[in-house]
T-cell receptor, first 117, second 112 residues
Framework: DGGITQSPKYLFRKEGQNVTLSCEQN?????MYWYRQDPGQGLRLIYY???????QKGDIAEGYSVSREKKESFPLTVTSAQKNPTAFYLC????????????????FGPGTRLTVL | QKEVEQNSGPLSVPEGAIASLNCTYS??????FFWYRQYSGKSPELIMS????GDKEDGRFTAQLNKASQYVSLLIRDSQPSDSATYLC????????????FGAGTRLAVHP
């Protein structure tokens, strides 16, 4: 059963803590992404990775870090430097860009809702 | 800054009517266009993709693209209460490779 999994579903962080959100996919997709969604707003790109051991900053990377050691996994760490981390975090994946079949479609996991206590 | 604009709504339509959702984008050279449906508290689900000018139909959904006007729309025929959700427009910008730029979404409410 192919898909994208994210864990945990809900996460609570105390001030000053780093927390790590998990994202795993078994779709054999090359590219993976992390987005943040705040209430009533669209998705904003945090980081993305098009290949193992390589990743790029998105529009709002400050206070976040990622790694891409395996094709299937793209964990996101929310550090204490992120001053307003309460949000809905979404992981997505897609095939690599290029070719008639590959037009940029991204598929999303179920999300992690992070709350700062 | 490349932008994607949507009316936030809510767009309220009666059951059985046609819902029309609109999206404009600023990057004239954008290549791929998507509509995602997002139920409250859930993640976005891809429902339509369109890449060339004209209409693309899939069941009750029709996507319309007009690159000259930088405009993409989604029509939902025979709207059902289960269609009530937020609809996100997403665009691949020029040089963006896999990147997507999302609009803030339009909330659709279908009432019986």
């Amino acid at each position: 059963d192919g898909g994208i999994t994210q864990s945990p579903k809900y996460l609570f962080r105390k001030e000053g803590q780093n927390v790590t959100l998990s994202c795993e996919q078994n779709l054999n997709h090359d590219a993976m992404y992390w987005y943040r969604q705040d209430p009533g707003q669209g998705l904003r790109l945090i980081y993305y990775s098009q290949i193992v051991n390589d990743f790029q900053k998105g529009d709002i990377a400050e206070g976040y870090s990622v790694s891409r050691e395996k094709k299937e996994s793209f964990p996101l760490t929310v550090t204490s430097a992120q001053k307003n981390p309460t949000a809905f975090y979404l992981c997505a994946s897609s095939m690599a860009w290029g070719g008639a079949q590959l037009r940029g479609e991204q598929f999303f996991g179920p999300g992690t809702r992070l709350t700062v206590l | 800054q490349k932008e994607v604009e949507q009316n936030s709504g809510p767009l309220s339509v009666p059951e059985g009517a046609i819902a029309s959702l609109n999206c404009t984008y600023s990057d004239r050279v954008s290549q791929s266009f998507f509509w995602y449906r997002q139920y409250s508290g859930k993640s976005p689900e891809l429902i339509m993709s369109i890449y060339s000018n004209g209409d693309k139909e899939d069941g009750r959904f029709t996507a319309q693209l007009n690159k000259a006007s930088q405009y993409v729309s989604l029509l939902i025929r025979d709207s059902q209460p289960s269609d009530s959700a937020t609809y996100l427009c997403a665009v691949v910008p020029s040089g963006g490779y896999n990147k997507l730029i999302f609009g803030a979404g339009t909330r659709l409410a279908v009432h019986p």
